[in-house]
C-alpha cells in the first residue's frame, strides 16, 4: 500500500478492517483512533522525525 496516495480516512478504515479480521478492537481502541484521525483532519500532527 502507498501511503502517501492514500487519505488518512483510507488509512484508519484500513486499519480497523485488518484489526477486526484478526483481533476485534476495544471500545477504547476505537475511540482513540476516531480521537486521533479527528486531531489529524485539524492539523494536529507530528512529522516523523519530531517524534
Known sequence: MNISSKSHDE???RFIRISK???P????EIKQIEKSLE???KGRILKFDEI
Open 25 to 28: 478492537l476495544t471500545k477504547n
Open 11 to 13: 488509512i484508519i478504515k
Open 39 to 41: 486531531d489529524m483532519k
Open 21 to 23: 479480521e484478526d483481533d
